[in-house]
DNA sequence: GATGAATGAGCTTTCATTCAT
DNA sequence: CATGAATGAAAGCTCATTCAT
């Protein structure tokens, strides 16, 4: 039973160092914790489960993980990067078609993770996570914030321009986009979006500009 | 505590009705469950807990409510109102310094109620409870929408004003308020949201035609 | 609502004296008790569902009974004499006849009590109840015993009749009656019954004898 | 307790292989759930009680029966055939002798399993267990009136047997031995108790001759 | 290392009984 | 006396975690 996976000659290469036979079990328990967490919610869901979607014994669950936070901790770390909205380039592009584009990526990337469906009610009671989750924020918004920062400076902004607050905004909008598919039923009009977002940073001029500028090169962003 | 019901005089009425004895205790254990959910999260909170924070014996939690799951359904209908953000008034104040202090006032609801960081993940395994909360968003997103298209109908906002978009983004920075307050650490800057809402649904021009003739009655509204 | 039931003239002779008030109130639990022991069995039937079925407040219960098991044990002093077979009178009538009758009656009995089908188990467990039912049961015993000694005196019996056993089987087959009702599905048939008690009772010829002497006189017994 | 199962000489096999440990666990919760459900009562008995009893943890109840009942239901079919008198033979052996053996054999089985103490009550709440039980009822009921048919066919019986009543009271007779016991304080009298069931079957010319025959043989019965 | 049976604390829920009104 | 809300011990059951094999 536990020799299925390899009936290889005697004597032949070992085709899976130790090691990497580890790291297959860890990452089926992840891959399986990851879908439990989203599909029932994490307290809905027992090591013992995991353990037996990920084909492993309740106990090596314990090998690999402290606890069912831990494996929880260690998605997140992995995924970091998914759980980060692309930087927009904001003065390369056609503005809008890029923003559109960006999004439905990642709005893409975040539904087929589905981590964020859990985490809302966890952050609240582990302070751990919660540093996580906002570090990661934070990141986020500094890079929105710095992309911004150089736009107002190259002067393709509105004067005015709250710097920190739209940035918040634009996060709260990407944020929103999951539950905007998950309550409206339709999938999210991202140009509309992508329109409101250009339209808190640009004055209407200068998108028009930009836009007549940008507007052969974005063909490929489509 | 069990003094505050009976400030009165020798010889007045009967202390307290039964039912409003009853009664009392409901509210009790309300109270304590909406404390306690908030503080701990649903699923860490049990029934004993509500019960002892409420001062009443754990049978008395189920006397009144037929598990946790009702008392918060309860809380959610008892509170519905609150969950409601306000209905926008466009064009009979200064937009900014209307929006600001409805937005500052249903922010402060929204906190000492704070049921909105515990229904995200239970909305995703309680199809009951998704649906009420279902509702609830749309009745929001009617008001907002009507409320827009009237004042597109005065002429008032963009021409291209995509009503339904932009309801359901003034939705999510409404509703991302609480947490801009709890991730930035700072109290949010409701002018400036007011200001990115107002940029959102008016072009700069009607903007601060509107901000000029209502200048003198807002001043009751700061 | 309490004076629904004597709506009287003033002054008037009251109809239900005090005690006897009472004593309704008790008859009541104790037939509610009956009904709900029966159809729920003991341990299934909780003292606030007697006194709701007697249509009476919790409390009150307590205040006629001390608790539900002395509830039970008025129930069977009150029910006595139904538990108790009828006392079979051997040589003066057609005995087939008699006791085919006699048993009829008594299943009736027994089975608009359905006290016997909650008895069993509790006697296990309950000492003082377990010696009531035996003491009951010395009582038929020795009546049916004490019946066969006289006509075996009279020499109408088999000659090595064991009293002893035969009253014992007697009494298996009385209370067999209602399960073998249930399981059977059918009517037990009373008269087939009756024969087989005859005939470990009575040789064929003396039987014979009996029968006919006695013919008419039985015919009001059918 | 612990030593029973390695009385092994020191170098033999494994002492316990894991499935036959899991099965002695198994077994000893059934038989401390037989055990306390005689002494106590079905509805008395906790699992917690009969998993302490049986020397595990409470959650090892669970592990190998999903509630009580379901105990409940194995030791019933495990004792299936227990409960089940035996099939009479009546006529190869002196039948008095016969069943009075059988009588005594099946008299001792029954006690020491106890379980008729338990059913009767739990019988008239759930439908499943009535079922099991009056399923073996008709089986033994079977076995008894093919016995008696043939043997009328033969023609040693009364002429005018109804084959399924005296069924019925054969099941009465032995089923109520335990509790004459239990009554009567005294060891059952099985001699009298098979005359008596032959005097139900056999005219007294019919059963002197088959005695007769069968005299010597049934020695080996005694 | 891997296994999965075993553990037992702890949660939800019920109900006999009390007691203020 | 009657009431029924309140009590809290205790039952059924789950699951994170350990540990002998």
Redesign the pocket.
């Known amino acids: 039973m536990?020799e299925k996976d390899d009936g290889q000659l005697v004597g032949s290469f070992p085709i899976m160092p130790?090691?990497a036979?580890?790291q297959q079990?860890r990452e089926a328990l992840l891959r399986s914790g990851s879908i439990l967490f989203v599909e029932k919610g994490f307290?809905?869901?027992?090591?013992?489960?995991i353990?037996l979607h990920a084909?492993?014994?309740?106990?090596?669950?314990?090998?690999?993980f402290?606890?069912?936070?831990q494996l929880l901790m260690s998605l997140l770390e992995e995924n970091f990067d998914l759980l980060m909205p692309p930087k927009p380039d904001w003065d390369n592009v056609n503005p809008e078609f890029f923003l559109a584009a960006l999004m439905k990526e990642h709005f893409g990337k975040m539904n087929r993770l589905g981590l964020h469906r859990v985490l809302p009610e966890l952050v609240s009671r582990d302070p751990e996570l919660a540093e996580v989750v906002r570090r990661t924020k934070r990141i986020i918004h500094k890079q929105i914030y710095n992309g911004l920062k150089t736009t107002k400076e190259h002067g393709l902004t509105w004067d005015d321009l709250s710097l920190d607050t739209i940035s918040w905004t634009i996060i709260a909008l990407l944020e929103k986009i999951p539950e905007m598919h998950a309550e409206s039923g339709k999938e999210p009009d991202f140009p509309e979006i992508a329109k409101i977002i250009c339209r808190l940073v640009f004055p209407p001029d200068k998108l028009s500009q930009l836009k007549k500028i940008r507007e052969m090169s974005d063909k490929k962003w489509i």
């Open positions: 536990t130790k090691q036979r580890a079990k307290d809905q869901t027992t090591a013992k489960e353990a084909g492993v014994a309740t106990g090596t669950f314990y090998r690999y402290a606890d069912k936070r």
